[in-house]
């Protein structure tokens, strides 16, 4: 079992940052992926970022030059820096641990004002 807990969400306005954080505890001996997803009201949940256990990251196009995946050198907090914030960024971000199965944190709300 993995646990995972984020932060930093919050109410910013356009072309504004944010920086989320995803800890993770549990047995991670078998992560191989962590990242983010996101899910705005009345949308499917979608792919944000993810850093893979050799460090190599993956971006959706629409975030791609504008946020920034990265996570400690315990590999157990992950990271979103999210630069140039729109409103179509508004969304609850979910932070994942993949191995065999999913491990889902709670959600954290970012809104992003026009």
């Known amino acids: 079992q993995v646990q995972l807990a984020e932060s930093g969400g919050g109410l910013v306005q356009a072309g504004g940052s944010l920086r989320l954080s995803c800890a993770a505890s549990?047995?991670?001996?078998?992560?191989?992926?962590m990242g983010w997803y996101r899910q705005a009201p009345g949308k499917e949940r979608e792919s944000v970022a993810h850093i893979t256990s050799g460090g190599r990251t993956a971006y959706t196009d629409s975030v791609r030059g504008r946020f920034t995946i990265s996570r400690d050198n315990a590999k157990t907090t992950v990271y979103l820096q999210m630069n140039g914030l729109k409103p179509e960024d508004t969304a609850v971000y979910f932070c994942?641990?993949?191995?065999?199965?999913?491990?889902w944190g709670q959600g954290t709300q970012v809104t992003v004002s026009s």
């Open positions: 994942y641990s993949a191995s065999d199965r999913y491990f």
């Open positions: 549990g047995s991670m001996s078998s992560t191989n992926r």
